[in-house]
């Protein structure tokens, strides 16, 4: 049996930076500009580890892009 590494790194940083926009904008979107000041710095705080959990996978994902699997080194 060979060990097929062929098969493409997954994309989920995009994701990342979605949830992190999304979250961004929630307080606004929920509560129409008039949120507690506590729900605006969490809503800060979730979307700003969202936002840098995805570069710590884009940067897996373009290392993994860059290598390559073993067969073509």
Known sequence: ???DDSTP??????WYFI???FVFA????????????WVTVVSL???L????LGGIQLGREL???RTGPPSDR
């Open 49 to 52: 580890v969202l936002i840098v």
């Open 9 to 14: 790194t997954p994309q989920r940083a995009v």
């Open 19 to 21: 949830a992190g926009t």
């Open 45 to 47: 705080a979730v979307g």
């Open 1 to 3: 049996m060979t060990n």
């Open 63 to 65: 290392r993994g892009r």
């Open 26 to 37: 929630a307080p606004v979107i929920f509560f129409r500009g008039s949120a507690v000041w």
